[in-house]
């Protein structure tokens, strides 16, 4: 686990100046092709640029955000949010939810004049017990007794944008939020310090960016107003890590970096993308990538490397750099009672079979209720990798930023550079009280596993691990509230560590709430009705029910031959949405779950799409991922296509019967147990075929 001593380590030293000088002069060459097309980007004519929203610096309003963008059929698959794309989703959340969206719009009024300040926090803290990295906050530890953050801007036109900002706690200050911005609405660079998050999760799970470490300098170019019919989105990032070597327990003293037998130090470069399309309102899907390179003696770091390699995970970016990637969806279901649910399907790096298989998988998912009944929402997270996120045999400190993580909190609750797989579950519950304010209750949790492999550590084979783990788990309690213009509130924290430990902390924030103008009240209507909009045609849940045939091609190790079982048959179960995008067409989404040979199949079509040929029939084609149920679990890629007899019993409407043929690609898992084929590949791969009939009831 990250220890207090780990912390006051990697804690940043020297001045802000020298620093951002010394990035700027490192970076240079590498960030030209950004520079030329951001600098193009902004002279051309389109719309204003957009200012952020901060991010994991003000969650109660920030939940507010959330809401209004599920309500407005805005399936956001990254953060910071653009002010402007939240104000253009404010008329369609209004028509759902009135009080809500006059609460955001009222927030927003701050980012309305030409200048001003947008955030302002002060909290004050008491802790007891172990020393805890605090999730998604910048680095912070639990015992870090007070937080300062601010945030403001000067926007001389519609093309040009300066942010000031920072963040401050015990032992560190950065920078965040502050940057300068030019371009327009369809291409703006941003360099500075501004903060990412590229997941559709909220909490837990965001495998490749998030708010874990704190924010790294960087050049970004993106959108905020989407291209064309089909809802196009981007995001290219250029950075630099802060590697820490001993301070963070690197293998090698002094060290981070081994490549071809020589050690070295140095901080490596970071370059992120995701591109992302929306051609239906509610549905979006995504793609992430990072490559870390260069930083270390021997390493290229040239432009024309990462122009090369990105685009090539089989090349030299898996023999001279460290890369990771993700699939990423969201649906919205704009039913009587919306919710958005949403996936990520994550690769530390790719599988056999071809480049769109990622290996060492992490799958997580998502379901998000932004109003159930008058006065409550409710948000429950799943998020599960497998044994070799964020170490790596070249990056001795992994994907990691002054040593923390640069992905989902739950990895730093382990000794660092430790090779473990691990589970994480997230629940969060709102309540707006009929006596004004917000108040929520968040429990996480988290388990690492007991199997061990790809850490830099060595241990006997077959002995009891090295590294025993306790199940993690914190509660929190935080509640906040207007009060004249500004927001007062605090949050009661209590847990148990991956060590045993338990820890508390008690906070107090008082928050800038804006003129009397912006601020923001929680009442609500009395009308169970007021300001909502009935549920949209064509949207329905389904269950369905049935039986697979499956056939299952087994290959251990490469060396052994492979196998095949004979056909077999086990149960099929599911539940999923689904709505209307056109006249014939519908999209959803669907949870399975199988028996085969032996073991539970569950699978998750994050693309799941239906043609309606008449009343009667329809077909439709479905992609998503798969979690096979082995000694370790196994993770791959599965697609398919189907048949659908719709309301097959004639006068008992709402009965389906469907017949799907269903075929999952080398589903894999790594080799870490004693009592694994020993051969010249260190994993194994399973290829699933099965033909499923069932009866579906859709409402």
């Excluded at 948000?379 to 930023?401: A, C, K, P, R």
């Excluded at 309690?477 to 060590?499: C, E, F, I, K, Q």
């Excluded at 799941?608 to 084609?621: I, T």
Aim: with cysteine; hydrophobic share 35%; net charge negative.
């Amino acid at each position: 686990m990250y220890s207090a001593a780990g912390a006051a380590g990697v804690r940043a030293t020297g001045s802000p100046r020298s620093i951002v000088q010394s990035w700027f002069k490192r970076l240079q060459r590498p960030a030209v092709p950004l520079c030329v097309v951001g600098v193009l980007g902004g002279v051309a004519h389109a719309g204003a640029l957009s200012a952020y929203l901060p991010l994991n610096l003000e969650p109660e309003m920030e939940r507010q955000v959330e809401r209004v963008l599920i309500l407005a059929d805005e399936p956001i698959l990254k953060r910071p949010f653009a002010v402007e794309l939240v104000k253009a989703a404010l008329p369609e959340a209004c028509r759902k939810d009135a009080p809500l969206c006059e609460r955001v719009r009222r927030y927003l009024e701050r980012y309305a004049p030409d200048y001003g300040v947008t955030h302002a926090s002060a909290t004050a803290a008491a802790s007891g017990g172990a020393h805890v990295v605090l999730p998604n906050q910048h680095g912070m530890m639990s015992n870090d007794d007070w937080e300062l953050s601010a945030q403001g801007y000067v926007q001389p036109g519609d093309y040009l944008l300066l942010s000031a900002g920072g963040i401050g706690y015990s032992g560190r200050t950065q920078a965040t939020g502050s940057m300068v911005s030019i371009g327009t609405s369809w291409a703006q660079l941003d360099a500075g310090y501004r903060d990412h998050w590229l997941s559709p999760m909220t909490d837990t799970g965001s495998m490749l960016f998030s708010t874990e470490s704190p924010t790294m300098p960087s050049v970004t170019l993106s959108n905020w107003e989407p291209l064309t019919r089909f809802g196009f989105q981007y995001e290219f990032i250029l950075g630099r890590l802060s590697q820490t070597g001993a301070d963070a327990g690197a293998s090698l003293p002094g060290d981070n970096i081994l490549y071809q037998g020589v050690s070295s130090r140095g901080d490596p470069h970071l370059f992120s993308m995701q591109l992302s399309i929306e051609p239906f309102p509610g549905w979006s899907l995504g793609v992430n990538r990072n490559l870390e390179y260069g930083g270390g003696s021997g390493l290229p770091d040239s432009a024309s490397f990462l122009l090369r390699d990105f685009f090539k995970p089989s090349g030299l970016s898996q023999t001279q750099g460290n890369q990771e990637a993700s699939y990423l969806s969201r649906f919205i279901f704009p039913g009587k009672t919306p919710f958005a649910v949403y996936f990520q399907y994550a690769g530390e790096d790719n599988s056999d079979g071809g480049s769109y298989l990622l290996g060492n998988a992490a799958l997580s998912a998502g379901i998000d209720f932004p109003r159930l009944g008058r006065h409550f929402d409710a948000t429950y997270e799943f998020s599960e990798w497998q044994n070799i996120w964020y170490v790596h045999n070249i990056f001795l400190d992994g994907m990691t930023n002054y040593g923390l993580v640069l992905g989902t909190w739950g990895a730093d609750e382990r000794n660092f550079n430790d090779g473990v797989g691990a589970r994480s579950q997230m629940l969060r519950l709102g309540w707006e009280p009929p006596f004004g304010g917000y108040l929520q209750l968040r429990a996480r949790t988290l388990a690492n596993q007991s199997y061990y492999g790809g850490d830099t550590r060595q241990y006997t084979p077959g002995e009891p691990p090295p590294f025993p783990y306790y199940h993690y788990y914190d509660v929190t309690l935080s509640y906040s509230h207007p009060w004249n213009s500004v927001t007062l509130g605090g949050d009661v924290v209590a847990g148990r560590d991956v060590d045993g430990s338990s820890f508390t902390r008690l906070d107090a924030f008082i928050r800038y709430g804006g003129d009397s103008h912006a601020r923001f009240d929680y009442a609500t209507s009395d009308d169970d009705d007021a300001g909502t909009a009935p549920p949209a045609q064509g949207a329905e849940l389904f269950v369905d029910a049935g039986i697979n045939a499956n056939r299952v091609h087994v290959d251990l190790n490469g060396a052994l031959p492979d196998t095949t079982t004979s056909v077999e048959f086990g149960p099929h179960f599911a539940l999923g949405a689904r709505r209307a995008v056109s006249q014939n067409n519908d999209l959803g989404v669907r949870l399975e779950a199988d028996a085969v040979d032996g073991h539970s199949l569950i699978g998750v079509r994050a693309v799941d799409w239906r043609y309606r040929f008449s009343d009667a029939f329809a077909a439709g084609l479905f992609a998503g991922a798969d979690r096979y149920d082995l000694a370790t679990p196994a993770y791959s890629i599965y697609y398919g296509g189907g048949l659908q007899w719709r309301n097959f019993l004639g006068a008992l409407p709402g009965w389906d019967l469907g017949l799907d043929l269903r075929h999952a690609q080398n589903i894999a898992r790594d080799h870490v147990l004693p009592t694994d084929p020993q051969g010249p590949r260190p994993d194994s791969f399973y290829k699933i075929d099965s033909l499923v009939l069932y009866v579906s009831r859709h409402f």
